[in-house]
């Protein structure tokens, strides 16, 4: 690589976009570009790769990269990041220093500078991470209901589901979901919907889209939405709550750093509720929204890897934050946004 050198690259990616920015070592936004969702988990690992290469080459160009950091949903287990590290092992850029972790870790980093804190993010899933100024942290294995997770919108939409059949054949209450079911997903009822996520011909992640059919009917009023709503807020609270108290860190006030899809859709029946139950459990730690894209905080972990100034991440917060709130929503942008400050 050669033009340009000395560039620091960071990937956020997620169930639903990745984000990718190239930036000089002084801090200086040079390229963003978002692409469709790298989680492993959702679009296997050679898909995952072949999405953050294609991000990495895109925002790179041909100019050297000194450093890579990867930040990716679903990378929960050491294995999997040994996995991972070794699909990427063959690439050029892979033989700059690089550094594969959890998308966690940018979340956390984007949300708050303090050294005790927690993230929890609920947005295709659910997950969350604390750490202690000593280096000490929580993590979760996060893989679904075998693990004891519970929610994000993929969660959201199949519990919405699954009372809907209960209303339709009677062993359940009769609930709204069961219409507005329908009629977001364009089927005839909710029976037909069940046959075609059985014999395959929709796709099983369609339900994720079905959180805001939640908030909306809970907001309408319906006994049961309002009970899921409920139950999301409670299995956010839990992971904040166990984060807390793995690292001894009650009675601290430390930032809970809110983040995610589900967390930004601002359901006000969703963040009251995390709201109370965390000021019961936790009356100390307070709650910080944070709003933004988590590319931020890829972007200050890479440059703090590669040994950029103070200045310098406060330069990279501000443009790489201005380039992303100018995207609005979750769908992938195929054009490539460059920048200099």
């Given at each position: 690589m050669g033009a340009m050198s000395g560039l620091v690259v960071a990937v956020d990616g997620g169930g639903s976009k990745t984000d990718a920015v190239a930036l000089t070592l002084e801090g200086e936004l040079v390229a963003h570009r978002r692409g469709q969702g790298s989680s492993p988990h959702f679009e296997g690992?050679?898909?995952?790769?072949?999405?953050?290469?294609?991000?990495?080459?895109?925002?790179?160009?041909?100019?050297?990269?000194i450093q890579v950091d990867l930040y990716l949903s679903a990378l929960d287990l050491p294995i999997e990041v040994?996995?991972?590290?070794?699909?990427?092992?063959?690439?050029?850029?892979?033989?700059?220093?690089?550094?594969?972790?959890?998308?966690?870790?940018?979340?956390?980093?984007?949300?708050t500078d303090e050294r005790d804190a927690v993230a929890v993010v609920c947005g295709t899933g659910v997950n969350a991470i604390g750490v202690r100024a000593d280096g000490a942290d929580a993590r979760f294995p996060a893989l679904g209901p075998i693990s004891g997770d519970w929610g994000g919108g993929s969660g959201l939409g199949e519990q919405a589901v699954w009372h809907a059949a209960r209303d339709?054949?009677?062993?359940?209450?009769?609930?709204?979901?069961?219409?507005?079911?329908?009629?977001?997903?364009?089927?005839?009822?909710?029976?037909?919907?069940?046959?075609?996520?059985?014999?395959?011909?929709?796709?099983?992640?369609?339900?994720?889209?079905?959180?805001?059919?939640?908030?909306?009917?809970a907001r309408a009023g319906d006994a049961v939405a309002r009970q899921l709503v409920d139950r999301q807020a409670e299995e956010i609270v839990a992971f904040a709550r166990a984060c807390i108290?793995?690292?001894?860190?009650?009675?601290?006030?430390?930032p809970v750093v809110l983040g995610g899809g589900i967390i930004r859709s601002g359901d006000e029946r969703l963040l009251e509720g995390i709201a109370a139950r965390l000021a019961a459990a936790a009356p100390a730690a307070r709650i910080e929204i944070f709003d933004g894209?988590?590319?931020?905080?890829?972007a200050l972990l890479a440059l703090g890897r590669a040994g950029a100034t103070a200045d310098a991440l406060l330069r990279a917060r501000e443009a790489v934050?201005?380039?992303?709130?100018?995207?609005?929503g979750d769908a992938p942008l195929p054009a490539v946004t460059s920048a200099s400050a």
């Open positions: 690992l050679a898909t995952s790769v072949e999405v953050v290469d294609g991000l990495v080459r895109a925002v790179a160009g041909d100019a050297e990269i040994e996995r991972y590290l070794a699909a990427i092992a063959g690439l050029d850029w892979a033989s700059a220093p690089h550094f594969v972790g959890n998308d966690l870790y940018a979340l956390l980093r984007a949300g339709v054949d009677g062993r359940g209450p009769r609930t709204a979901l069961t219409a507005a079911i329908a009629e977001r997903l364009g089927v005839p009822s909710v029976t037909a919907l069940i046959e075609e996520l059985h014999f395959g011909t929709r796709n099983g992640t369609d339900l994720a889209g079905l959180a805001p059919v939640v908030f909306e009917t108290t793995r690292l001894g860190l009650h009675g601290r006030a430390i894209a988590p590319i931020v905080g890829a934050a201005a380039v992303t709130a100018a995207m609005h």
